[in-house]
């Protein structure tokens, strides 16, 4: 007996020393796992719009706080175009940009600049847009873009991780200083009918017919069949580039209408203009998904007495 408890004792410590073996290779001879650094960059502001005369010169201040882990920074000046009717845009780095644009910090005089960012620093960047007395009165998109490029993100695998922020420029050249936007509504419309309980949404599109941007400043007016006024929605105050075409938005949703006709007023003014378009439509709501209920309803039911007054008489 005595041999038997000796031996059992033996088996258990020879099976826990293999299983702590077993768990120290493993420790020892598995990879390390994987851990991606985090990349998180702000800027202010967000946008630039300037209109500047040739010969004259503005400074902008820009602050970029780092959120994530330490990186590396470039800063350079990019062109872009719209890419679609939505306020999406394209970055064109292969294009040429005007030599408007310097960095005026001491330790940072030229662009591209490179400079490290470590993590929750806030670096201060000068931007002067400087322009010649031959500049060309014209737009001049660009995005002040900040890209960081870091080696061996991830442990042990030198993986180049990448991730950027823009802060768009909308640059405008002009002799006067002054914008003189022209525009046209290039599509206003909606359902012919709406249910009572569906949301009613328009399709406005603002075609910019002119050599320089605007800001689209407007509403959209509902009125029912007596005239009186339904609701005014305001219009989201988008940016639309030069020969360009953009869909503009509501800022709030069209309240419920219940039944009846109305008519849609859409009026746009663009910015530091007295310039007014507008364009009208016709729509009505009605509560036909109820009354499909009801009629099929209806039809149901008298289906039913039909079918019981002809069993009645058949007896």
Excluded: C
């Excluded at 869909?247 to 006709?261: C, D, K």
């Amino acid at each position: 007996m005595a041999i038997n408890k000796i031996n059992g004792r033996i088996n258990k410590i020879t099976s826990i020393t293999f299983i702590i073996f077993i768990i120290f290779i493993n420790v020892i001879i598995r990879p390390k796992t994987a851990t991606a650094q985090t990349l998180s960059l702000s800027i202010w502001p967000p946008i630039l719009e300037a209109v500047i005369q040739p010969g004259k010169a503005i400074t902008q201040v820009y602050k970029l706080q780092n959120l994530g882990d330490d990186v590396i920074i470039k800063a350079s000046i990019v062109p872009f175009e719209p890419a679609d009717e939505l306020g999406r845009i394209t970055l064109k780095k292969s294009d040429p940009i005007p030599d408007f644009f310097s960095l005026q910090n001491a330790n940072l005089p030229e662009l591209p600049a490179t400079f490290p960012l470590k993590s929750g620093q806030t670096q201060e960047l000068v931007l002067k847009i400087s322009l010649p007395a031959s500049a060309i009165e014209a737009d001049y998109p660009v995005a002040f873009l900040f890209e960081s490029t870091a080696q061996g993100l991830i442990s042990g695998s030198g993986t180049t991780t990448l991730a950027s922020i823009g802060s768009n420029i909308l640059l405008t050249v002009s002799r006067t200083g002054q914008l003189s936007p022209l525009a046209k509504i290039a599509q206003f419309s909606a359902k012919l009918i709406y249910d009572s309980f569906e949301p009613i949404s328009f399709q406005l599109l603002l075609q910019n017919t002119s050599s320089t941007r605007l800001k689209a400043v407007g509403q959209i007016e509902i009125k029912n069949i007596f005239g009186g006024v339904s609701a005014t929605i305001p219009l989201r105050e988008d940016n639309v580039l030069a020969n360009s075409s953009r869909q503009l938005q509501p800022e709030t949703n069209v309240p419920s209408l219940i039944f009846g006709r109305f008519t849609a007023k859409a009026s746009i003014t663009p910015k530091d203009t007295t310039n007014t378009i507008s364009q009208t439509l016709t729509f009505y709501v009605l509560p036909y998904k109820i009354l499909l209920a009801v009629f099929i309803l209806s039809a149901i039911l008298l289906l039913t007495k039909n079918k019981l007054k002809h069993h009645n008489e058949s007896k």
